[in-house]
């Protein structure tokens, strides 16, 4: 007969490994619900992936042939050898350790066969093939993304590309490049042949600019929007003007002939009863920065000006001893005459041809860049800084005053399609062929798989 001590034990040790028993089938019966994806495209497994002591074992021939790699099994030695251009990686069942390289590497687990199936640590074999792993534990899946040698943006002189800079300075994007390359395009055509080029991934643009493209079979998707109106009637501080009927009879200048200032200010004057070849006399001129430049030494007493350039305006007029002043906020009169909120959905961010089939790109951008738009409310001081340093032409002042009057904030697109739809109508009342004849169906608006 046992004595009670001896039970003791025995029961003890038998609830021990009741217990590892238990753990070892949560690990498996996890691992079958575990989603495996290399750039966005998923990973079929005969045997499914585990979690092994709390690391995710996948089986090696799946994971290395959808990389490009191939894989040698050396059923005598126990090896598997994974070759991918130069590289060379050598593991062996059982074993902590393995060749990368000729050099030797300690993994967190030895390799496993399973069914057949010699499983090994994810991470490890990714990270040494050269994918960055990501890890989403609310949807149970491990994303593996090659990473882009440069990633190229563009953008308009705008707050729209100030969180480009951001993005540019610190490590957000460590996930998807090695190097973020941002381009200023200082007109709106300019802006289109970046887009166009093939070298772009990502844009800075005005939304209806976007939907025209795409109507013209450009292979891009809205990503989100983030200006909501940054346009304002500039003038002479002290002027009678407080709406725009009051601009009857003045001499107003207009930067971009058919871009956003000009199409907005020309429906809503519409839409208030102004006659355009009559009650007031238009001028356009290049670009917001020379309507600003003729507003700002007295060569012009009113202008519509997109930020930065109304605040480069008025700070420069301070220096020449003048006054000028936001008269009029355009989003406001954009609520009056729609009847909907006091914001127009106006710029922002297009992903390009280069990326349409890298969605898990896509969503990393769109995350890096919401955070960083956040940032840059947030410090306008430095942003302004990070943002004179990449535009030529714009002080750091007046691109930190500038996300005050920008209205920047991120929505994805797919969120306000809606209000998209009805300001992208409003503008097709003016210039039938703004959109190329018809709205962008749902293919234009990006969503996150």
């Known amino acids: 007969m046992f004595s009670k001590r001896v039970l003791k034990i025995l029961a003890v040790f038998l609830a021990v490994v009741l217990l590892l028993t238990v753990s070892g089938k949560t690990d498996v019966a996890a691992g079958r619900e575990i989603a495996v994806r290399v750039d966005g495209r998923p990973v079929l497994f005969d045997v499914p992936p585990q979690i092994l002591r709390g690391r995710t074992m996948v089986p090696l021939r799946a994971i290395a042939e959808l990389t490009g790699a191939t894989v040698d099994w050396d059923e005598a030695r126990q090896t598997v050898t994974v070759s991918k251009g130069g590289g060379r990686i050598v593991l062996t069942v059982g074993a902590s350790t393995a060749n990368l390289n000729g050099v030797r590497a300690t993994l967190d687990s030895p390799p496993i066969i399973v069914g057949g199936r010699t499983l090994v640590p994810l991470r490890f074999i990714s990270e040494s093939l050269g994918y960055w792993v990501e890890w989403d534990g609310n949807a149970r899946r491990v994303s593996l993304i090659s990473r882009l040698e440069r990633l190229n943006l563009v953008g308009p002189i705008a707050p729209l590309t100030f969180p480009f800079f951001r993005l540019q300075e610190t490590i957000a994007l460590r996930s998807m490049t090695h190097h973020t390359q941002v381009s200023i395009a200082r007109t709106v055509d300019m802006l289109r042949a970046q887009a166009l080029s093939g070298e772009m991934h990502f844009a800075a643009m005005p939304t209806h600019v976007a939907a025209n493209l795409y109507n013209r079979g450009v292979n891009l998707k809205l990503v989100n929007v983030a200006v909501w109106g940054n346009l304002y009637i500039v003038g002479e501080g002290g002027a009678p003007v407080r709406s725009l009927e009051d601009l009857r009879g003045q001499r107003l200048v207009i930067p971009s002939r058919g871009d956003t200032p000009d199409l907005i200010f020309r429906f809503l004057a519409t839409q208030k009863g102004l006659d355009l070849t009559r009650d007031v006399r238009i001028e356009y001129v290049p670009s917001p920065m020379e309507a600003a430049a003729l507003l700002a030494t007295g060569r012009a007493r009113f202008a519509v000006l997109s930020e930065p350039a109304a605040t480069s305006a008025v700070l420069r007029a301070q220096q020449e001893g003048r006054t000028l002043e936001r008269l009029i906020a355009l989003r406001k009169v954009w609520g009056e005459v729609t009847g909907g909120p006091d914001r127009i959905p106006q710029a922002g961010i297009v992903a390009l041809p280069a990326v349409m089939d890298r969605n898990d790109l896509i969503r990393i951008f769109a995350e890096a860049y919401s955070e960083a738009t956040a940032w840059a409310v ?38 306000v399609r809606q209000e998209l739809e009805l300001y992208f109508r409003k503008l097709q009342e003016l210039a039938p062929d703004i959109l190329g004849g018809r709205l962008p169906d749902a293919g234009f608006y990006w969503q996150p798989e």
Do not use: Y
Request: charged share 15%; proline share 8%.
């Open 378 to 415: 947030s410090n306008p001081d430095a942003s302004g800084v990070l943002a004179a340093r990449g535009i030529e032409g714009v002080s750091a002042p007046a691109a930190s005053l500038s996300l005050s009057f920008s209205e920047l904030r991120v929505v994805p697109a797919i969120e």
